[in-house]
């Protein structure tokens, strides 16, 4: 982040919903991810799901979690997410995990099952979680495979293929997240970012 960016940061309010969404979902809004995961205060969730409720046509989000302090949310946008999922190697991936059903909210559905399981430490870690993010199939198999470990680099996940390929766009999410940071600094608010992104 750049000295000037990281100065208009701090002069937003870090923990209003929107400024996390900036920080957190900003590859999402602005077109070069189909999907963010936003760890807010619960007290934010609504507010969070009034904002993404008003470009429905564009967006949704779902609450994969929440406890009596925090919503973990994952936040999509529907086309792409549900394009994503119709990858051939990715359904392979769903399917080895126990998906049967792959209809957009059914698999959304199962997913936010697991997760709630997991942090409710009744059941493992979804390590399918990737696929959810959008993250590359093969980046999500070699972690799995690997336990996590011997990743090629990382960034905004473990990479186990093409690192050039990922750190460009890694670049790219940060590139975003400038950009964002500077349209609200500039007085732009969330409901156009949403609805121009």
């Not at 999907?35 to 609450?63: G, M, P, W």
């Not at 792409?80 to 051939?88: K, N, R, S």
């Not at 990715?90 to 995990?97: I, P, S, T």
Request: charged residues 30%.
């Amino acid at each position: 982040m750049t000295q000037e960016t990281f100065r208009l940061l701090k002069e937003m309010d870090i923990n209003a919903a929107e400024t996390q969404i900036l920080l957190r979902c900003a590859p999402l809004i602005a077109g070069v991810k189909v999907s963010n995961l936003l760890i807010i205060k619960k007290v934010q969730e609504n507010d969070v799901r009034q904002l993404f409720e008003r470009e429905a046509l564009k967006y949704a989000c779902v609450t994969l979690y929440r406890d009596r302090e925090c919503s973990v949310m994952l936040l999509y946008r529907k086309r792409e997410l549900g394009l994503y999922f119709t990858a051939e190697n990715v359904k392979k991936m769903l399917y080895r995990e126990g998906y049967r059903d792959f209809e957009l909210q059914a698999l959304l559905d199962t997913f936010a099952a697991r997760f709630t399981s997991f942090r409710e430490k009744q059941g493992y870690f979804p390590h399918e979680m990737g696929l959810f993010l959008g993250y590359p199939p093969e980046d999500v198999k070699g972690f799995i495979e690997n336990k996590g470990r011997h990743a090629l680099c990382a960034g905004y996940w473990k990479v186990y293929r093409n690192p050039a390929e990922k750190q460009r766009l890694f670049r790219g999410f940060d590139r975003a997240k400038e950009g964002l940071i500077r349209l609200a600094a500039s007085g732009m608010c969330m409901e156009d970012m949403l609805k121009y992104g």
